[in-house]
Nanobody, 125 residues
Framework: QLQASGGGLVQAGGSLRLSCAAS????????MGWFRQYPGKEREFVAA?????????YYADSVKGRFIISRDNAKNAVYLQMNSLFPEDTAVYFC???????????????????WGQGTQVTVSS
C-alpha cells in the first residue's frame, strides 16, 4: 500500500516536497516512481528510482534539473523534491511501485503494478 502526501498550493518558483510511505517488508527491492496527471489526460512519468540511487535514477525531461527523487529504505519512503515550480507543474501527483520493471517500461504507467492515491499540487502564477 502506498500513501502519498505533501501536495499543496505554492507560488511559481517555489518548492514542495512530496512523500510516499509504503507498507510491506520488501520495499527496498521495488523500483519507486512518481507520475502526474492533468485533468482529462493520461498519467505521465515524472521520476523513478531503482532500489538504490546507484542502481538508477530517471527523470522526465520536463523536470530534469528541478526535481529530485530520493528514497529511504529504512523508512519505506520515497520523496520528490520539487524546486523552481512552474504553473504547468500543476497536476495530481501519484507514487507508484513495481518489483520487475525493465528500463523500457519505467516511463509507461500501465507497466507499474502498485499505485498510491494522488496528491494535488497547484502552482500559482
Amino acid at each position: 500500500q502506498l500513501q502519498a502526501s505533501g501536495g499543496g498550493l505554492v507560488q511559481a518558483g517555489g518548492s514542495l516536497r512530496l512523500s510516499c510511505a509504503a507498507s510491506g517488508r520488501s520495499f527496498s527491492t521495488y523500483t519507486m516512481g512518481w507520475f502526474r496527471q492533468y485533468p482529462g489526460k493520461e498519467r505521465e512519468f515524472v521520476a523513478a528510482i531503482r532500489r538504490n540511487a546507484n542502481a538508477g535514477i530517471y527523470y522526465a525531461d520536463s523536470v530534469k534539473g528541478r526535481f529530485i527523487i530520493s528514497r529511504d529504505n529504512a523508512k519505506n519512503a520515497v520523496y520528490l523534491q520539487m524546486n523552481s515550480l512552474f504553473p504547468e507543474d500543476t497536476a495530481v501527483y501519484f507514487c507508484a511501485a513495481d518489483s520487475r520493471l525493465i528500463l523500457s517500461s519505467i516511463r509507461e504507467p500501465n507497466d507499474w503494478d502498485y499505485w498510491g492515491q494522488g496528491t494535488q499540487v497547484t502552482v500559482s502564477s
